[in-house]
C-alpha cells in the first residue's frame, strides 16, 4: 500500500491556523477556534495513523504530544523539526512511551534526559520533506499524518508530497498580522484540491480535500 500524507488543521475563516506561534490548542479551543467534535476527528485519524510530522514551535506551544496509541496498540512515530532541540524542562520528556525522531540540518546529539525511545536524523543538504517521506516510506509506513503549522506545511505542499487534507473551518476571523497561516508563503506552484466530503457542527465546518496530483 502507498504512503499517504495527511494534513489535518483547524483554521480560521480567513486561513489562519492560531493567532501567535506561542498559541495552544487548549487556548485555541478556549475562545471557540476549535470544539470538541474537532479533537475526537483528530484522535479517530491518530487511532489509525502509523507517524506523525509536526513542527516544534507546535510542541513548545503545548508542552506536550497527544498520547494517543493507534488500533494496533502502539504510539505512532512523532518525526519533529527542530534544529536547536529541547530544553530539559519540557513536560513532553515524561511521555517517555512515545517514540520521537527529531529532524534537523544538523544532527542534535543525544542527551542524558532523553528517554530510549528518542533519536535524532540530519537531512544536511537533502531536502527536509522529502528526506522525511523517504525515511517514513523506507520504514513501511502507510498512514503518517501532518500537524504542520504554516512553514512545515510549506516545505511538503511545495514537494507535491501530500495526499489529503483535513480542515475544520471556525467561525471567526483573526485579522491581525502575526496570525499564522495554514500554508506560510511561498508555494512555486498552486496547489488543487478535490472536496471529498463536508460536515457542518456547532457553526464549524469540516472539509475533507483530496490533492489532485
Known amino acids: 500500500m502507498k504512503m499517504r500524507v495527511i494534513n489535518i488543521m483547524a483554521s480560521s475563516l480567513d486561513g489562519k491556523i492560531s493567532s501567535d506561534m506561542d ?3 487548549e487556548l485555541r479551543k478556549s475562545y471557540g477556534f476549535t470544539n470538541s467534535e474537532d479533537r475526537r476527528l483528530v484522535e479517530e485519524e491518530l487511532e489509525t495513523a502509523d507517524a506523525v510530522i509536526v513542527g ?12 494517543v496509541k493507534n488500533k494496533l496498540g502502539k ?9 536547536r532541540g529541547f530544553s530539559k524542562k519540557e513536560n513532553f520528556w515524561q511521555q517517555t512511551s512515545v517514540p520521537i525522531c ?23 543538504g537533502s531536502q527536509p520533506a522529502q528526506f522525511a517521506y523517504d525515511f517514513l516510506r523506507n520504514k513501511n509506513v502507510e498512514k503518517v499524518i501532518l500537524f504542520g503549522g504554516g512553514h512545515i506545511n510549506r ?4 514537494e507535491n508530497l501530500v495526499n489529503e487534507l483535513y480542515l475544520t473551518v471556525a467561525p471567526m476571523l483573526l485579522g491581525i498580522n502575526k ?3 495554514l ?31
Not at 514551535?57 to 506536550?64: G, L, M, P, T
Not at 540540518?105 to 542524558?112: D, L, M, T, Y
Not at 508563503?185 to 472539509?207: A, E, G, I, M
Open 23 to 25: 498559541e495552544s490548542d
Open 56 to 67: 516544534a514551535n507546535s510542541i513548545r506551544a503545548n508542552s506536550k504530544i497527544w498520547s
Open 75 to 83: 504510539y505512532p512515530l512523532w518525526i519533529i523539526f527542530t534544529n
Open 102 to 124: 527529531f529532524l534537523s540540518q544538523r544532527k542534535i546529539e543525544k542527551q542524558s534526559f532523553w528517554g530510549p525511545n528518542i533519536f535524532s536524523l540530519a537531512y544536511r
Open 155 to 158: 516545505i511538503f505542499y511545495q
Open 179 to 181: 496570525a499564522c497561516s
Open 183 to 213: 500554508v506560510a508563503p511561498y508555494l512555486d506552484r498552486k496547489v488543487s484540491l478535490k472536496l471529498k466530503s463536508s460536515q457542518v457542527s456547532n457553526n464549524h465546518v469540516f472539509l475533507r480535500y483530496e490533492v489532485i496530483k
